[in-house]
């Protein structure tokens, strides 16, 4: 379902059932489940771009945070929500709790780079909850002089991912008992998956005073 | 870890690593030892850093799935259909059943792969010389059956977005039965070895023991977290490829210990046989590519993605901003998150201990690294 006009597939043509063609050719923005050919039943056609979400665990949210949230959408029945930093521990206590859901569990924590907004970092937690059996994605926006709490204490798995997170970005966290490298040696400069961090760049210094070669390319 | 800077006059400072053959590649443990008691570790990781979530940044998609196959080497299959399902998510493309099988009864066989190094390598850290012969002589019959499937042994690449490139050869079938029927005699023939054994059961039980609301808390998946006691497995709670549609059990463990995690990846193996036996059972014939364009250009959103890897919960975080390079590939490493555990699980144990817990954890240290 690529967002450009039809190229021929592959392989195995008109053979996969369920399934209409992707037809279109357009880059507007696609209007989810609604071009289904009409006669036999097809399945829906897979959204394009992430639809708002609503549930009873977002209202209970919007109620006992208000204002702290401020996007919240769905893309392949996989939840985001966008929060204040400053709601980030509140509402991470309530999700793990009992009643917010019980989101016991940490899977992932991570960061992704746009050098280009005012706030650069979205700080990206990726939920699960054992009695629901279902993942949520919270985010956080800031700015690269910002600090961001620590969910260390919530979740005791957070420590490394969050020192990974301080590696690679240069992310600093209010909170978190021993931030420092985790992947790249100690005295490295440069944060390397930040966008402006070019593929070939290394720090040339540290390279030459500790491995004893004039250059790692 | 704790303070290191003032000693009593019996502790120790020591490094175990980074070259050294219980650690399983390059791995370094900073231990404070009293005597031969584990006070407290820091491990020291990032010896292996590739920078593989940077150079995705730098690839196509499709460029970069070879890539993944290098951090779990130990089980590219898995490692390499995480990434392509991730893909797929993203693109919205069903996969065709024959292709779905296929990637199912190989991602088996990984496992079983998998599961036979960890155990061969687990029982000679612990002094148990024979078992890892035996083995390596059945991980080899399976990277046969890879090796005629797509060339490579290890690092298969065996998976292309939408689907598959090769259709599975004449015979199939016939060697993945005769080695399910091959394989099984010899997981007894193991346990012969090990399960009873009396010097096994000393180095192993009550070994690291990790209780469930610990393993939950430290982000623990995976055999690990089955060990622990928590019936959760990826391909039965959110089932992804086939798994909905075979049969099988997901065996958990009692104590937390080393030995209940022994006996996890033993029931494991077993599962996997009989998980592959119904996948040739049905596997009919048909396409193995879905509707997939030449060029591929997902639209702008982001997606996760997680998979039952060997090792743990494998995830693909991958953002796309509507190119054909992605934004942003993140992967959850089992290894990585699950070698959190070992401080916490060592900690009071003796030196030898440390290595029978490195062991159990499975970790591989190119994924740990990336």
């Keep these: 379902m690529v967002d450009q006009p039809k190229v021929p597939p592959s392989g195995g043509s008109g053979e996969t059932p369920a399934r209409p063609a992707p037809a279109e050719g357009s880059t507007a923005a696609p209007s989810p489940k609604a071009g289904a050919a009409p006669g036999k039943p097809v399945a829906p056609k897979p959204a394009l771009a992430p639809e708002p979400w609503s549930s009873p665990l977002l209202d209970e949210l919007q109620k006992g945070f208000p204002g702290a949230l401020s996007n919240a959408t769905v893309f392949r029945n996989l939840p985001s929500i966008t929060l204040a930093k400053e709601a980030l521990l509140g509402v991470c206590e309530f999700l793990k709790s009992e009643e917010g859901g019980g989101y016991t569990l940490l899977t992932d924590e991570t960061a992704v780079d746009y050098p280009k907004r005012e706030k650069r970092f979205e700080i990206i937690y990726h939920l699960y909850s054992f009695a629901r059996n279902d993942r949520l994605r919270l985010k956080v926006l800031v700015g690269e002089d910002e600090k961001v709490p620590s969910v260390v204490g919530l979740w005791p798995t957070a420590n490394w991912l969050e020192r990974e997170i301080y590696d690679m970005f240069g992310v600093q966290y209010e909170g978190h008992p021993d931030l420092k490298r985790i992947l790249l040696p100690d005295g490295w400069t440069g944060h390397p998956l930040r966008k402006d961090y070019d593929i070939l760049k290394q720090d040339v210094a540290w390279v030459q005073a500790n491995l004893g070669i004039k250059s790692g390319q | 870890m704790p303070d290191t800077t003032y000693l009593d006059a019996n502790e120790l400072v020591i490094n175990m690593g980074p070259q050294h053959p219980a650690t399983h590649g390059v791995l370094r443990v900073k231990l404070k030892l009293d005597g031969e008691k584990v006070l407290g570790s820091e491990a020291i990781i990032g010896y292996l850093h590739r920078g593989v979530e940077k150079i995705a940044e730098n690839r196509s998609y499709a460029q970069f799935a070879p890539y993944v196959d290098r951090m779990d080497y130990v089980a590219a299959v898995t490692n390499g259909m995480g990434y392509v399902e991730a893909v797929e998510k993203l693109l919205g493309v069903e996969v065709p059943p024959r292709a779905q099988y296929t990637r199912m009864i190989l991602a088996e066989l990984q496992r079983i792969a998998s599961h036979l190094l960890w155990l061969g390598t687990h029982a000679l850290d612990l002094g148990a010389m024979t078992p890892v012969f035996y083995t390596f002589r059945e991980r080899e019959e399976i990277l046969k059956i890879m090796e005629n499937y797509c060339g490579a042994r290890l690092t298969t690449h065996a998976f ?138 997902p639209p702008a959103a982001e997606v996760y993605h997680s998979i039952e890897a060997p090792k743990g919960e494998l995830g693909y975080f991958v953002v796309s901003d509507g190119s054909t390079h992605p934004y942003r590939v993140r992967v959850r490493p089992p290894s990585f998150v699950n070698l959190q555990a070992l401080d916490p699980m060592i900690r009071g144990h003796l030196v030898a201990d440390v290595v029978a817990v490195i062991g159990t954890l499975d970790i591989v240290l190119g994924e740990v690294d990336r």
């Design chain 2, 160 to 297: 292309r977005i939408g689907g598959l490139q090769y259709d599975l050869y004449d015979g199939f079938e016939k060697e993945v039965l005769k080695f399910c029927d091959y394989v099984g005699p010899k997981m007894d023939e193991y346990e012969t070895l090990l399960t009873t054994n009396r010097i096994w059961l000393r180095r192993t039980k009550g070994v690291g023991v990790l209780s469930g609301e610990d393993a939950i808390a430290l982000g623990v998946t995976g055999p690990v977290l089955r060990g622990s006691g928590v019936r959760w497995d990826i391909r039965k709670v959110q089932p992804y490829e086939a798994y909905d549609k075979v049969d099988f059990i997901v065996p958990i463990g009692e104590h937390g210990d080393t030995y209940d995690r022994y006996l996890v990846r033993m029931q494991e193996m077993r599962q996997s046989v009989r998980i592959i036996r119904q996948g040739v059972d049905r596997l009919a014939s048909g396409p193995i590519m879905g509707k997939v364009g030449k060029i591929i250009k």
